[in-house]
């Protein structure tokens, strides 16, 4: 057993760490609390998998001694389950402030995560499938040279093994050095080289324009709103279905009450810290749950450098075509007037579709939604003679006949079915404009 003594503790803290429940050897928290210190301070400290808080304690002093030399870092500490210990060992050390505590899955909260990660220890599920997938998802959200730690990786667990196997033969990460069962690697490229978010890759840019775009119902000729199937489907408001719900409730403990509240709270926190870069007035303008987070990724992916004037251009459609969903009409009139310029050879990133066709399309409906039918009315019919994308022509002889006006939801249009009769326009990788 090695000797406790850690020289980032006192001796009161080494003999109080020495108690906190757990696996970590010291030779190992020296080198979480060295590599956490050397973290880039643009990018997030994440711990997966926490347990009672012994490696955590290592990670957030490390934070605290970067934080008094004016190196402000922040720490997210995920795990399904935090023991009862756990937050008293953070406050007795005096670290409870510097760590934000998510009880949920690691891969329920990448799905929510908005920035980038400097420094990432994995210590979750030792799996094979859970771990895989722990590295793969969050390589997608680490910097480039920023450091991961992978736990348990020299013993006989099948997950971790997997992890430095991935990590080192695709050559996407260094070895730094391996102490006390835990390996210290830094990222010299994506796993995937197309996808990640931090930089931006080509690959999730087209997933999230990709994603934008259906929720927008952006590249729908008659401009549908698509729905996720809960939303339509009704409850069975039966008596019987009452009865069991009064039950249910009556039933509920207060612990379980006081744990379903904390939960809740623990989630609306994770929402605002990794979704940041929401509109903070989203709800003042009346914006619709189902267009929150498309208006989210459309301000991080402006935020983006994107030197190809395809992704600007359609960018600039998406963002007219949320200027209409948000009832911003003469702002969606100027950026779909500026589109209409556009040469007829140039398309979208992600669909093989005329940005200039589609956007005169949207531009007639919109003066249409205005009452100047008569503008409306010509653009219909240079469409109709010039467009070579029969969709758009179709919608142009429906629109012609018959005012545009924006569709009231249809409850039975499922996303899984949305805009299927454009796949043969989807744009694959060879295909993208530049």
Known sequence: MEQIKLSFFSTQENQAWQEVRGWLLPSAAEELYRYASMANPNGIVVEIGSY?????????????????????????????????????????????????????????????????????????????????????????????????????????????????????????????????????????????????????????????????????????????????????????????????????????SPRQVLHYISGKLTSGKQEMQTHADIDNNSEKLNVPDILKKPISIIKWLEMEHHPDKATENTLLYLNACLDIRLNYIDKAVKKLERLCGLNSALDFIHYNISIREMSTLRLAQVYDMKGVRDIAEEKYQDLIKESIIPEIRHQAELDLSKPFEIPIVDNKLLLREYNLFLNKYRAMHDNVHH
Not at 55 to 62: G, H
Not at 128 to 154: C, Q
Not at 241 to 249: P, T
Request: hydrophobic share 40%; with cysteine; proline share 5%.
């Open 52 to 252: 009672s808080g012994k490696s955590t304690l290592c990670i957030a002093c490390a934070l605290k001694d970067n934080i008094q030399r004016g190196n402000k870092k922040q720490m997210v500490a995920v795990d399904v389950k935090f023991q009862p210990d756990f937050t008293n060992n953070l406050t007795q050390f005096g670290l409870y402030s510097y760590v934000n505590i998510m009880e949920s899955t690691s891969l329920d909260v990448a799905e929510n995560w908005g920035q980038p990660v400097s420094f990432l220890y994995i210590d979750g599920h030792h799996g094979k499938a859970h771990a895989y997938a722990d590295f793969m998802v969050w390589d997608t959200l680490l910097m480039p040279d920023g450091i991961i730690a992978l736990d348990d990786t020299s013993g006989f667990m099948l997950g971790p093994n997997l992890q430095m196997q991935v990590a080192i033969r695709t050559g996407a990460y260094e070895l730094l050095s391996e102490t006390g069962g835990v390996s210290f690697l830094k990222k010299k490229k994506a796993l995937l080289p197309f996808i990640g978010d931090f930089p931006l890759a080509e690959g999730s840019l087209i997933i999230y324009i990709n994603y934008v775009s259906a929720w927008l119902g952006a590249m729908d000729p008659a401009f549908r709103l698509p729905q996720k199937p809960y939303l339509y489907q009704k409850p069975n408001h039966d008596k019987g279905f009452w009865r069991k719900a009064g039950k249910k409730l009556l039933d509920i």
